[in-house]
């Protein structure tokens, strides 16, 4: 902005600081006004100075403006920048194809296998699975029919056997049959009340000792391995176990030793030793007596 300058005639001038137009003290920011030695009396160079300071005011407000609309447009775009980010491409992936599954008569063929296979695995589950209608800890009646007056019969006639007497009548569960089980359970709460063991053979039992025994199949066959006799003292009972043969015998009498099968089991003296016999009571009786 130019200065305002007037000489008088004696070549003074008077100097008007721009502080005094309240504006802020700057040192190159200086007005010249036309004065002379002696105050300005004269009411027209007043009015007309007074127009000149409101003229450099006017301008001086528009320098002002123009500064503040320069800055807040620097800040707009120094925003701007802030704002833009770096935006990644998303690449969209494309569905794989899918093979359509070919139904015909092979296909057909291999779902109704699979389908009679599942369910007959299915069914013998439920077979090996199932639990026997008779409660183990129920004493059960012990019955007479032609298979256990036979076996009697054969025990005496034929081994010269003494002292033959049913012990216990059972169904046979999944354990009995367990390969790794290899014991035939006894429960002291089954047992008929008439004693099979002498004092010694009961005192040696209750003291954790085992008796050799022998074993006499269903089909009245001796079996050749012997087989051990023991007691097992349980939470709330004690059980008569036969063990240690006992896989080798249900394998040799498979046919009728299955699940839920009701069985004997008979004590007899041979030689004053002890011996037991096994007795389904569901087998063949004419199988019985042709092998006898």
């Known amino acids: 902005m130019g200065n305002l300058l007037a000489q008088n005639a004696k070549g003074r001038n008077k100097r008007a ?7 802020e003290e700057d040192d190159n920011d200086e007005y010249y006004l036309l004065a002379g030695e002696d105050e300005v009396e004269n009411e027209a160079e007043r009015e007309f100075y007074r127009k000149k300071i409101m003229e450099l005011y006017e301008e001086k407000m528009k320098k002002f403006a123009r500064e503040d609309a320069l800055a807040e447009q620097i800040k707009c775009e120094e925003r701007k920048k802030l704002c833009k980010r770096p935006t ?3 690449k969209m992936q494309q569905p794989k194809p899918t093979t359509q599954i070919v139904s015909n008569q092979v296909t057909q063929q291999l779902k109704q296998f699979i389908t009679n296979n599942e369910m007959n695995a299915v069914e013998e589950r439920k077979r090996s699975k199932s639990t ?3 409660e183990k800890n129920k004493k ?3 019955v007479k029919n032609q298979i256990t007056q036979e076996l009697e019969e054969f025990i005496t006639n034929k081994l010269k056997g003494t002292e033959a007497k049913a012990v216990i009548q059972k169904t046979l569960y999944r354990s009995d049959l367990k390969e ?3 014991r035939l359970s006894m429960p002291m709460k089954q047992l008929k009340p008439d004693e099979f063991l002498r004092k010694n053979e009961k005192e040696d039992l209750e003291n954790g000792m085992e008796l050799k025994v022998r074993l006499l199949g269903p089909r009245l066959e001796m079996h050749e391995e012997p087989m051990m006799l023991k007691m097992w003292r349980m939470n709330s009972t004690r059980n008569y176990v036969l063990k240690t043969n006992w896989n080798h015998f249900v394998m040799a009498n498979k046919k009728d030793l299955e699940i839920n099968k009701k069985i004997q089991v008979w004590s007899f003296r041979r030689e004053e030793k002890l011996c037991f016999a096994i007795a389904c009571l569901e087998r063949d009786v004419d199988a019985q007596n ?3």
Do not use: D, G, R, Y
Not at 17 to 23: E, P, Q, R
């Open 17 to 23: 600081h721009s502080a005094c137009m309240a504006f």
């Open 140 to 142: 059960v009646e012990i």
């Open 290 to 292: 042709n092998a006898a």
């Open 132 to 134: 026997p209608t008779v």
């Open 180 to 182: 790794n089980q290899n």
């Open 88 to 90: 990644k491409k998303i």
